[in-house]
């Protein structure tokens, strides 16, 4: 390790991060998920959300989140990440989106019941 690198060797945390950088968390995880890298964008959706709770931008972040779940194969966790989003922020412009996606997931839930009886 070299003399300067071990100098700036924890710096970054004492350097505050810059009020954009929550905003910029949210586009490279949104950027990740719109390239078809939904694996990709679900652990970074998920830092994004637990990291700025209070940020404008948790609702849409649920949403992709819930979107990137569900394309990755993981339906019920993406169902249930939707249903956060239509009960914890009913006014969002997001929240109206998910009640297609969440009927489509019950209702092949039911079929999948109704098959394995």
């Known amino acids: 390790m070299g003399r300067r690198h071990?100098?700036?060797?924890?710096?970054?945390?004492?350097?505050?991060?810059?009020?954009?950088?929550?905003?910029?968390?949210?586009?490279?995880?949104?950027?990740?998920?719109?390239?078809?890298?939904?694996?990709?964008?679900?652990?970074?959706?998920?830092?994004?959300?637990k990291a700025n709770g209070n940020s404008t931008l948790i609702p849409p972040a649920l949403y992709y989140l819930g979107a990137a779940q569900i394309t990755a194969g993981k339906k019920d966790e993406g169902a249930a990440t939707l249903v956060t989003l239509a009960e914890k922020y009913p006014d969002s412009p997001a929240a109206p989106?998910?009640?297609?996606?969440?009927?489509?997931?019950?209702?092949?839930?039911?079929?999948?019941?109704r098959s394995t009886r």
Request: hydrophobic share 35%; charged share 30%.
């Open 6 to 49: 071990r100098r700036l060797q924890g710096r970054e945390r004492k350097i505050p991060r810059h009020p954009q950088a929550a905003e910029s968390d949210f586009w490279i995880a949104f950027s990740t998920q719109q390239k078809g890298d939904n694996a990709g964008a679900i652990p970074l959706f998920d830092a994004f959300i």
């Open 97 to 113: 989106s998910t009640y297609f996606i969440r009927s489509s997931s019950r209702r092949r839930r039911r079929r999948l019941t």
